[in-house]
């Protein structure tokens, strides 16, 4: 998927479908970088309304919501011992980055996983299975998928045991929304002492079919779908931001 291609999802997921703010967000993003001639990189800092929390990139402190708004070069050494997460928030869509990639328990320095241990049994929601790039592009429900895989019995334990309280495996929609503002994040990330997102291929918890999931390549953007239960790729938690 060309970069442009990207940015025209990233844009509508964030507006929810909807073509016209769509539109209207891509005419204020315009102020940004959008050459597409390499990486994106796209400054969300509007002025919020009355009451309401400014688009941008957050460091989140602990589970009990605090955050503070991300300004480069101000990070001192009590926010990087308290930081918990990325926060990234633009208009209505929202989620916190936790700081690092999952490893396997048993082998620190393998940080591949398969998404399950099985394939979906035959009792499984056959409606959860996102089987077009526009139905995964869209999909924002991380939560409902890793709680189905979970009720299933067939999440990877060796996610599941490292799922902090209310993280999840982000869906593919989640995912193309982290991926649209990697560089901001990763610069959080590098000035909190936290692992950047890599060039590599990250698992989401939207399933394609019984025995596939789709996976974001985060270092061009493209969405594929492979064998959950064999093949093994990063990943990366998210939960909400609560503000």
Sequence with gaps: MYQKEQMRMALLLAAQGDVKKAAEMEEYLGKADLSFSGPVSVHITAAPKENELADGIYLVFGNEGMHQLYTPGTVTDDMKTRCTGIGVKLGEKALVLALADMEDPDDSEEKDLTLTTAKSPADYDK?????????????????????????????????????????????????????????????????????????????????????????????????????????????????????
């Design 127 to 243: 409606a959860a299975y996102k089987d077009t790039y526009d139905d995964a592009g869209a999909d924002w429900d991380g939560q409902g998928n890793t709680d189905r895989l979970a009720l299933a019995g067939i999440l990877n334990p060796k996610i599941a045991q490292q799922l902090s309280k209310g993280q999840y495996v982000p869906a593919m929609g989640q995912l193309l929304f982290v991926h649209l503002f990697r560089k901001q994040i990763n610069q959080a990330l590098r000035e909190v002492g936290g692992q950047e997102i890599e060039d590599l291929w990250y698992w989401t918890s939207t399933e394609y079919s019984s025995t596939h999931a789709w996976y974001l390549g985060l270092n061009d953007g493209g969405m594929y779908y492979f064998t959950k239960a064999s093949d093994r790729y990063r990943v990366r938690a998210v939960s909400a931001f609560i503000f």
